[in-house]
């Protein structure tokens, strides 16, 4: 045998393999990648920004004026119920109290001296020896002596009230925010001292525009994220939503609240906090994105895939937030949640083509 008719013989041998039993023919199937169509909501996360504020707050007064005495309180002062926050000075008050309490005794006495007067003259009118009308006169006088009494220790406790009012206490546990008077300065009655705030529950105000106030409910719960302290979050929950919008910028008010431990949490009023939002855009049917061909176009359309070969199907897109989209079909179209949808390798299909999934 010569070598040309070897390799005669190897080339035909080879063909004879490939031919042979049909493993080596090519699948011209289209190769795609699919994905399941859903039903639920489609949703846009958006997020509102406001400061923190202790949620349980006073801007603390003395209710009488005067001079402000001591103020042993400074700015961010720990605090507890009751705890001495400052004293007012206001000479007119010691006297005061003391003319009270002496017109309260000299009511009193004169009032019990109406009374045994009064209880002689009932004695004597038994036998006659004084007239009626005088029994009246006293005891038309015991009563206005009941009454001038009752003024003077009302008199009497409004004095001891504004002496306790001289002193300012803290009305609940808190930190001392704000400092507004110091030692010696004059104080009108109702003028602020300092305020107080709370540690434990933190709030933050937002403003919402009109088309998502609809959605929002008081005790909804929100997540709530603060800048400063990255990689944290805290689930928050609306406790205040205002039905009317601010006359300057048209949003509405909404407060969102959250407890919070502040020995174990650097987070504190006056920082930044970022609250999400869910605005629910469309309830139905749900797609990826690269599902829907041409989708601004005039004809968007998804191919179903339907026992090895795809079916194309008209669609509307009437949402879109991130990478999926909520569509809406034709009555006559099928296409429904549990369906899977071709979402690579579909730009050159054709309505019936066969097709192979990818693995």
């Known amino acids: 045998m010569t070598v040309r008719q070897a390799l005669l013989l190897i080339v035909a041998a080879g063909l004879a393999a490939c031919s042979g039993n049909g493993e080596g023919e090519r699948d011209t199937r289209q190769l795609v990648q699919v994905a399941t169509a859903e039903s639920g909501r489609l949703e846009q996360p958006l997020a509102f920004s406001g400061v923190l ?17 001591t103020r042993p309180a400074a700015l961010g002062s720990v605090v507890m119920p009751g705890e001495l926050l400052a004293t007012l000075d206001n000479p007119e008050l010691g006297p005061a109290q003391r003319a009270a309490a002496a017109a309260l005794q000299e009511t009193l006495a004169r009032r019990d001296q109406a009374r045994r007067d009064l209880a002689r003259l009932v004695s004597l009118e038994r036998t006659d020896a004084v007239g009626e009308d005088a029994v009246e006169q006293k005891r ?8 001038a009494l009752a003024r003077a220790e009302a008199d009497l406790a409004a004095t001891r009230q504004r002496l306790e009012d001289a002193s300012l206490v803290a009305p609940f546990a808190g930190v001392i925010s704000e400092v507004a008077a110091e030692p010696g300065e ?5 003028q602020m001292v300092m305020g ?16 998502l ?20 979050e805290w689930q928050g929950r609306v406790t205040e939503l205002s039905a009317i919008g601010d006359t300057h910028s048209g949003l509405f008010p909404v407060v969102v609240a959250f407890g919070i431990d502040p020995r174990s949490t650097p987070l504190r009023p006056g920082m930044l906090a970022r609250a999400w ?16 061909i041409d989708p601004v176009g005039g004809a968007p359309r998804v191919y179903r895939l339907d026992d090895g070969h795809v079916r194309s199907v008209p669609v509307q897109v009437v949402a879109a937030s991130g990478s999926r989209v909520g569509v809406v079909v034709g009555p006559e179209a099928r296409l429904a949640a549990g369906d899977r949808v071709v979402v690579a390798g ?12 990818a693995r």
């Open 186 to 190: 004059f104080l009108g009655a109702g």
């Open 277 to 292: 939002f869910e605005r629910m855009l469309h309830e139905g049917l749900i797609l990826p994105l690269n599902a829907v």
């Open 53 to 69: 504020r202790p949620v349980e707050r006073a801007r603390l007064a003395f209710q009488s004026a005067g001079i402000l005495r």
């Open 213 to 232: 106030i609809g959605q929002v409910t008081p005790g909804m719960s929100l997540r709530v994220e603060v800048p400063q302290l990255p990689g944290r």
């Open 346 to 357: 579909h730009r050159a299909l054709t309505d019936g083509q066969p097709v192979r999934v």
């Open 140 to 147: 038309a006088e015991l009563a206005a002596l009941d009454a």
């Open 196 to 211: 107080i705030g709370g540690l434990d529950r933190v709030e933050v105000e937002l403003g919402l525009p009109a088309a």
